[in-house]
Structure formats: structure tokens, C-alpha cells
């Protein structure tokens, strides 16, 4: 099993179009996008505590 290729994200995105309706989509993306950038602030919090904690011990 390797890459996708564009024959498959084609195929993902017709299943997708008929499970959800063309006006769901961008609902979707919307929460999926944010999301994303939550669990990214997430990970930059952590790394930021790290470096904090690590500034204390010194």
C-alpha cells in the first residue's frame, strides 16, 4: 500500500459528496479547520510549558 494517487482522492471525494450534500461541506471543512488550529495552539501550549519548566530547573 503506498501513496494515494489521484484516482483515489477522486473516489474519497464522490463518497463523500453523496454521504454529506454538496451544502454540508463546507460546514465540514469549517469545523475540521478549526479544529486543526486548536489542537495545533494545543501543541505550541505544551511545548511552551516544556520550555518554561525546563528554563526553572536551570
Request: aromatic fraction near 6%.
Given at each position: 500500500?503506498?501513496?494515494?494517487?489521484?484516482?483515489?482522492?477522486?473516489?474519497?471525494?464522490?463518497?463523500?459528496?453523496?454521504?454529506?450534500?454538496?451544502?454540508?461541506?463546507?460546514?465540514?471543512?469549517?469545523?475540521?479547520?478549526?479544529?486543526?488550529k486548536?489542537?495545533?495552539?494545543?501543541?505550541?501550549?505544551?511545548?511552551?510549558a516544556?520550555?518554561?519548566?525546563?528554563?526553572?530547573?536551570?
Amino acid at each position: 500500500m503506498g501513496r494515494m494517487g489521484p484516482t483515489e482522492w477522486i473516489i474519497i471525494l464522490i463518497v463523500v459528496l453523496l454521504l454529506f450534500g454538496g451544502k454540508k461541506i463546507p460546514e465540514l471543512m469549517k469545523g475540521l479547520g478549526a479544529g486543526v488550529k486548536e489542537f495545533k495552539d494545543a501543541a505550541k501550549g505544551e511545548e511552551k510549558a516544556k520550555e518554561e519548566s525546563k528554563e526553572e530547573i536551570k
